[in-house]
């Protein structure tokens, strides 16, 4: 019968028995602590959120990074410590090696992924990011998240000791290639990057792209779709978007309203002189006006011009249009009361707009005779 000292001696699979014990040790403490102190981090995070405790920002990150971090991973680490009391052939240790590497470098993919988002919560928590903007945030994660994935898988194969140059010279001509390929998707890409760093607009605005006048209802990645006023949804493109000269009426503060009376010539002055000051009773009787000037401008061709401004101070159309309707009747009052009279074009006589006549005993307007 072999002893104890003997069994622990004994070989099998290239190691000792004592060898893979002392390894079966390290990866069963390793495999539990983790977990457990993953746990107790996670715990520990969730009561500071529900209590809305504020925390350094060092260990607030560090906190999320552990919350964030794989039971793969973790897995992967006992086993890279298990592996340290163990001694296997080449081949099994590189395909050891290889799945340490890829698992690694696919941790720090997801650390960097779970960083991006905690910053942009972390912002919008704190008020300094529009809420109105999700769609241009997925396309920042988005980006985000493709270069961190490809620097994190060139790194991965520079530390399984492949030369990446001749793949980054490679993946250079091939991007050139391939950028040429979807010129308009890059640019519609960019443009979307532009949208959601400059916010020219943001969803809910109210905006007019060209002949579109209409809310936005999402800006995605390649496109931005507007609910036009008549109801369609229109689809543009980014690029073409931000060509275009765009007007936010979402962004409006008030309504600058100008328009123009028109007063015959045969007015007499005393009326014309009462013009300005009764057109500025009537807009500020008006609530959210504000009066900026009535002036007899010019002499026209068929009237005496007086041009109004004046704004409403909201943006609301419909207020607008309300306010608008009551100054127009109630000058349309006030002007009927005092005798002023509006002028209006009259046409000159054309003889070639007439129809024609015929004068009365010409042969033309002789009955025709049936018996002739």
């Known amino acids: 019968m072999m002893s104890w000292q003997e069994i622990w001696h004994t070989e099998f699979l290239w190691n000792s028995v004592g060898n893979w014990s002392l390894a079966l040790v390290a990866f069963l403490v390793t495999f539990t602590v983790l977990p457990l102190l993953k746990g107790f981090i996670s715990s520990r995070r969730k009561k500071w959120a529900q209590a809305q405790r504020e925390l350094p920002l060092a260990i607030e990150v560090a906190a999320m990074l552990v919350d964030r971090t794989s039971k793969l991973f973790l897995f992967t680490i006992a086993v890279a410590f298990a592996c340290t009391f163990l001694s296997f052939p080449t081949r099994i240790e590189n395909v050891v090696r290889i799945a340490i590497v890829l698992t690694f470098w696919f941790q ?15 912002r919008a928590h704190r008020g300094s990011l529009d809420p109105t903007l999700a769609s241009s945030i997925d396309i920042i994660v988005f980006v985000s998240g493709l270069t961190i994935w ?20 490679g993946l250079g001509i091939g991007g050139i290639a391939v950028a040429l390929a979807v010129q308009s998707v890059l640019g519609d890409l960019l443009a979307s990057m532009s949208i ?8 809910g605005d109210s905006i007019q792209v060209d002949d579109v006048n209409g809310t936005v209802e999402h800006i995605g990645v390649k496109s931005t779709r507007v609910r036009s006023i008549s109801g369609e949804q229109v689809i543009m493109s980014n690029a073409d978007i931000l060509k275009s000269r765009v007007r936010n009426n979402g962004r409006m503060r008030e309504r600058r309203s100008a328009f123009t009376l028109n007063i ?12 300005p000051r009764i057109v500025k009773e009537i807009v500020l009787a008006q609530p959210r006006t504000r009066f900026d000037r009535c002036h007899f401008l010019t002499y026209g061709e068929w009237a005496l011009r007086f041009e109004v401004v004046y704004f409403v101070t909201v943006a609301d159309f419909g207020v607008y249009a309300d306010t608008q309707q009551t100054i127009n009747l109630a000058i349309f009052e006030r002007f009927e009361q005092m005798g002023i009279e509006f002028a209006f074009p009259s046409r000159p006589f054309d003889p070639a707009l007439q129809p024609p006549s015929t004068p009365l005993g010409s042969e033309a307007a002789r009955p025709i005779d049936s018996q002739s």
């Open 150 to 169: 490809t620097m994190a898988f060139l790194l991965a194969l520079d530390n399984l000791g492949i030369e990446i140059k001749p793949l980054l010279a």
């Open 196 to 203: 959601a760093l400059d916010k020219p607009f943001t969803v």
């Open 264 to 275: 015959v010539y045969n007015t007499p002055l005393e009326k014309l002189r009462a013009v």
């Open 108 to 122: 720090v993919g997801l650390w960097g992924m779970s960083a991006v988002r905690f910053a942009i919560n972390r």
